[in-house]
């Protein structure tokens, strides 16, 4: 039996978007510097790293298994990231006398990026990389987050989806010395979840985001990079009935790469965002060990 949305039904529901857009912005939505940068092909890249992120009611800690390939893309530079998360999720808050309180862990939705470059990186081997020198770089990606996470219908909180989540993206990268300025637009598009807290069809239109980095490279090969992203749209439906209006949202992050050897780096994120439709700010921050290697890590 579908449950009536009833205003308390309404607001939790608008409490846990705003948690889902935090926890996704730290996924499929990610501040993600460099994307469309050139690499040699047939490296292999191996992380492990932590994000935690943290709202005035909520907190959610993940821990991060990734694997990133670059190879070759009809003559350009190509990527391909799987990332797999595991989660912890606890929440609490106050509606009137009554507390509300919840907490799931697991693994969540795995995600999945495929990235190519259209224009300006060509697919090169280590050695011809070296003498390569970026100007412009056109590219294009797509993630999918699947819906394979720890989900139960009988819970509001949860750290799966239940949804697949399509966001395809079209980007490009400017070089003007160590300086890298990189602008990109994506749309994230939602399936609907038709067993949404006790049989229930959730659906969401799609979300509009732009991005841009400002990056600096350090002859060290470390780099630093300034970070906004804006989203908007988003309107969320329950059994038909609208939960929420257009969200409209803004992250400003940075992150640091340092290496610490020929095959190893580690990576420092930190994003502050705003939720202007909800009215809550989050902050999300994190560390990624990455050990390179094959053809073009020797």
């Not at 009536?4 to 499929?28: E, I, K």
């Not at 969401?204 to 490279?217: A, D, K, M, N």
């Not at 020929?262 to 705003?274: D, I, L, M, S």
């Amino acid at each position: 039996m579908l449950r009536p949305v009833s205003a308390l039904f309404r607001w939790l529901l608008c409490a846990t978007f705003a948690l889902l857009l935090a926890g996704h912005a730290a996924q499929a939505q990610e501040i993600e510097a460099r994307l469309y940068s050139n690499a040699p092909i047939d490296y292999n890249f191996l992380g492990i790293g932590f994000t935690q992120v943290t709202t005035s009611k909520f907190q959610m800690n993940t821990e991060i298994v990734a694997y990133n390939r670059t190879f070759d893309v009809f003559g350009q530079s190509g990527k391909v990231n799987v990332i797999l998360p595991y989660a912890q999720l606890h929440g609490q808050t106050t509606v009137g006398n009554q507390v509300i309180s919840g907490s799931s862990v697991g693994l969540t939705d795995p995600i999945i990026r495929l990235a190519a470059n259209l224009y300006g990186a060509p697919a090169l081997t280590a050695d011809e990389f070296k003498h390569y020198t970026q100007d412009l770089i056109i590219g294009a990606n797509l993630s999918a987050v699947v819906p394979w996470g720890e989900y139960n219908s009988n819970q509001l909180f949860n750290v799966g989806a239940n949804r697949t989540f399509l966001q395809p993206g079209l980007g490009v990268s400017k070089a003007n010395g160590p300086w890298r300025y990189e602008l990109s637009g994506d749309i994230t598009f939602f399936s609907d979840n038709k067993n949404f807290y006790g049989g229930n069809n959730l659906s969401e239109q799609p979300i509009y985001s732009g991005t841009g980095h400002l990056i600096y490279y350090f002859p060290s090969t470390a780099w630093l990079s300034t970070d906004v992203t804006y989203y908007s749209g988003g309107q969320t439906f329950v059994n038909g009935q609208q939960v929420n209006n257009n969200q409209e949202n803004w992250l400003f992050g940075a992150t640091l790469s340092m290496p610490v050897n020929k095959h190893n780096a580690v990576k420092f994120h930190v994003t502050e965002g705003a939720f202007f439709s909800q009215g809550q700010y989050y902050t999300m921050y994190g560390v990624m060990w990455q050990y390179r290697w094959g053809d073009g890590g020797k």
